[in-house]
C-alpha cells in the first residue's frame, strides 16, 4: 500500500471483533504501522486498516468491494490505497485473494478427513425448531474452505423450492456452517448462520471430537426478550454419516434377517417331512 507494507504472507488471527475473527500484520518500516483484517458490520464489507476495523478515510487502507461476510468472495475484488506515478489513490487490486494457510500448506481434506476420523458429511438432529430446525440435516464438506484448524467444515444450505432459477435472489433462503474454532482459551465446534469463520454459534460444543458432542456436550441458543446464554441440549446429535444411512443399514440387516428367518424355517420343514417320513 501507500506506506509500503506489503500484504502477502501470513496474518495471523487475534480476536474477535463485530462477532468474526480479525487478523494482524506487522508494519515493514518506521513509517507504517500495523494492519488489521477485519469485517465491518456497519458497512458489511472486510476491510484491512491501521486502527482496528476504523472504516474513516485517514485509517482505512483496502477494502472489499463487494458486501460480504464471507471473505472468500472477496478474492479479486480488492481495492487498495497506494501510490501511482507520485499520486495517491485507491487502485483495484484484481489479484489480490484471501486464503487459509492450511491450503497454502497443502493440508488437503482427505488430510482432515483421515486425521479426525470424520466423514465428508455428517447428520445434523435438532429439536429446537425456534432456533435451528426439526428433524435432521445433512451438513456436506464446505468446498471453498474444506478444512479449518486441522478439522472439515460444514456447510447446509436451504433452498427455496419454488424457485428453479438458481440465479434468483431468492433461490437460496439460508446457509448453516458448522466448524471448528479456536480462541485464546480454547476451542469448541459451532454452528452458526453467518460464516464459517463466525464466532455467533446457535449452537456449540467444547469437544475436541465431533463425535464426543453426542454425549450431552451441545449447547444451543436460548434467548429472552432480555438476554441470550447458551444452554444444555442433550436432544442434539452430529452422527458421522449422511442422514438416511442409517435408515439404510437397519433395512439391509432387517433383509438380512428375514433371509435368515425363512431359511430356518425351510430346515426346520424338512427336518420334520424327514422325521414323518
Known amino acids: 500500500d501507500k506506506d509500503g507494507v506489503d500484504y502477502n504472507g501470513r496474518w495471523e488471527p487475534l480476536g474477535t471483533v463485530n462477532g468474526f475473527s480479525y487478523y494482524g500484520k506487522q508494519g ?24 482496528l476495523c476504523d472504516y474513516s478515510y485517514w485509517e482505512r487502507w ?17 481495492v487498495v490505497y497506494t501510490k501511482r506515478n507520485w499520486v495517491t489513490m485507491y487502485w483495484t487490486d484484481n489479484d489480490m485473494s484471501v486464503s487459509t494457510c492450511a491450503e497454502q500448506a497443502a493440508f488437503t481434506i482427505e488430510d482432515c478427513l483421515a486425521n479426525t476420523g470424520l466423514d465428508a458429511n455428517v447428520c445434523v438432529h435438532s429439536n429446537r425448531s425456534d432456533v435451528l430446525w426439526n428433524g435432521i440435516k445433512t451438513f456436506v464438506n464446505y468446498d471453498k474452505y474444506p478444512c479449518k484448524n486441522e478439522r472439515p467444515v460444514y456447510e447446509h444450505t436451504v433452498y427455496n ?35 464459517y469463520t463466525s464466532v455467533n454459534g446457535l449452537a456449540e460444543c467444547e469437544e475436541t471430537s465431533l463425535t464426543e458432542c453426542n454425549n450431552g456436550g451441545w449447547k444451543v441458543l436460548h434467548s429472552t426478550y432480555d438476554s441470550k446464554q447458551m444452554r444444555s441440549d442433550p436432544h442434539m446429535t452430529v452422527n458421522n454419516y449422511e442422514c438416511g444411512y442409517t435408515a439404510y443399514v437397519q433395512s439391509d440387516k432387517s433383509t438380512k434377517n428375514m433371509v435368515g428367518y425363512i431359511s430356518a424355517a425351510c430346515a426346520l420343514l424338512f427336518l420334520v417331512l424327514v422325521v414323518i417320513v
Not at 433461490?171 to 479456536?182: F, N, Q, R, S, V
Open 28 to 51: 515493514v518500516s518506521s513509517v507504517s504501522r500495523d494492519r488489521f483484517l477485519c469485517y465491518e458490520s456497519g458497512r458489511g464489507r472486510w476491510i484491512i486498516t491501521a486502527a
Open 62 to 78: 483496502a477494502y472489499c468491494r463487494i458486501t460480504t461476510d464471507d471473505i472468500s468472495e472477496c478474492d479479486d475484488n480488492w
Open 161 to 195: 423450492e419454488s424457485i428453479d432459477d438458481e440465479d434468483d435472489i431468492g433461490y437460496i433462503l439460508d446457509k448453516y456452517y458448522l466448524h471448528y474454532h479456536e480462541f485464546d482459551t480454547g476451542a469448541k465446534w459451532i454452528l452458526s448462520d453467518e460464516s
